[in-house]
């Protein structure tokens, strides 16, 4: 058209509205929709320019409705994403003066379980406790090397499995690089393993949370060093707490037994969990403002997915509290992502939607929820 996309900032905000519409919705029955994700990214013109703040406005009635805004900060480097966020400078002129061209790979994420690389250590082993984890590191970075090597061949074979991401596209480029991936190692249960070394959790005192971020540092170092190595792109996530925090916590019971007094949930029904990545502990007693400052501190030492999350129960926070915290985040933070996270209910019987955990449903006879 011979035209920038800054001219078409009008009809992309307008295409913006539409789709926060739908998000504030829900589906038919008013659940929230889990994906696509509602990735809002914030800078100083988000607040700065009158249509912008119109937008962002609305975003925050959304996260105040229902939660679904990802409020993700455009600090200094790109901040890409889809999922989750991939902190990065663009280079390749290409790409700059051919924006279309853009892609890019997470190949995939490989944990580190950190509390069990503090019993391997022992009580009180800081130094041991970090060799442990680069070990660690070097076997997850092993397996990143071997799964590379396999997925080329699939790649590569013409007519193959993968061969239609491999081979060159109309650009001459393949539609993924795997010398230009990314390489994630995950960190989980940083709180758990800082615990189990001095007995206090992150949010118990100073010395503890420069515990966390001496051990994250020194994963970044690491990190770096495997790029060096290997000439790959090697970066740090905080992976995000579907399972494997479950599975970690299932498997340190078993085999290390003092794990029982720091694994988190109940041991009872083996509801157990590591506490997700690097965060503080979620009925951590510190409220919401040091909790985004803090566990932001960590976030400018991983670059692949990071974030904070609010948890606010059946509380719903006003929109303009909420605008006032995602400006103080950004103003006073290094914060990466939050996310405001509130609980709600579902009937099974009637899809009924209500805000609270285990809230009564209108009727006794629809009694199973979840």
């Not at 939607?353 to 629809?366: D, P, Q, T």
Request: glycine share 6%.
């Amino acid at each position: 058209t011979g035209k920038t996309y800054g001219e078409y900032e009008f009809e992309t905000q307008q295409f913006a509205k539409a789709l926060m519409d739908v998000w504030l919705e829900g589906d038919a029955q008013g659940k929230v929709f889990p994906f696509p994700k509602f990735d809002l990214h914030v800078d100083q013109e988000s607040f700065d320019d009158p249509k912008q703040l119109e937008l962002l406005k609305y975003a925050c009635k959304i996260a105040s409705d229902n939660g679904s805004t990802y409020f993700i900060f455009d600090r200094d480097e790109v901040n890409l994403s889809m999922c989750c966020r991939l902190k990065t400078t663009i280079k390749d002129m290409y790409m700059i003066e051919h924006p279309e061209s853009m892609r890019y790979c997470g190949f995939q994420n490989v944990s580190i379980n950190l509390p069990q690389a503090a019993y391997r250590a022992g009580k009180g082993n800081i130094k041991e406790c970090m060799e442990e984890i680069k070990l660690a590191m070097d076997l997850a970075m092993q397996a990143h090397l071997e799964k590379k090597e396999f997925v080329h061949g699939l790649m590569t074979q013409e007519n193959g499995t993968l061969w239609q991401i491999g081979k060159d596209g109309e650009d001459g480029r393949p539609y993924v690089d795997l010398e230009k991936a990314t390489y994630i190692i995950g960190v989980i249960g940083l709180n758990e393993c800082v615990q189990y070394l001095i007995d206090e959790e992150l949010h118990d005192s100073e010395k503890a949370y420069k515990l966390g971020l001496k051990l994250v540092a020194a994963m970044n170092l690491k990190a770096k060093s495997l790029e060096d190595k290997h000439k790959l792109r090697v970066t740090l996530e905080e992976t995000p707490g579907e399972s494997a925090p479950y599975k970690f916590a299932r498997t340190d019971i078993r085999e290390y037994p003092e794990s029982l007094q720091y694994i988190k949930g109940d041991i009872d029904t083996g509801a157990i969990y590591y506490t997700n990545s690097a965060h503080f502990a979620a009925d951590a007693p510190i409220d919401i403002i040091d909790r985004i400052t803090k566990q932001g501190r960590f976030n400018t030492l991983i670059e692949s997915g990071s974030i904070t999350h609010v948890f606010i129960g059946e509380q719903k926070i006003p929109t303009e509290s909420i605008l006032n915290i995602v400006r103080k985040t950004w103003e006073h933070t290094q914060s990466a992502q939050i996310v405001f996270s509130p609980e709600f209910t579902v009937c099974n019987d009637c899809g009924k939607v209500s805000r609270g955990y285990g809230r009564a449903m209108s009727s006794a006879a629809h009694s199973p929820t979840e």
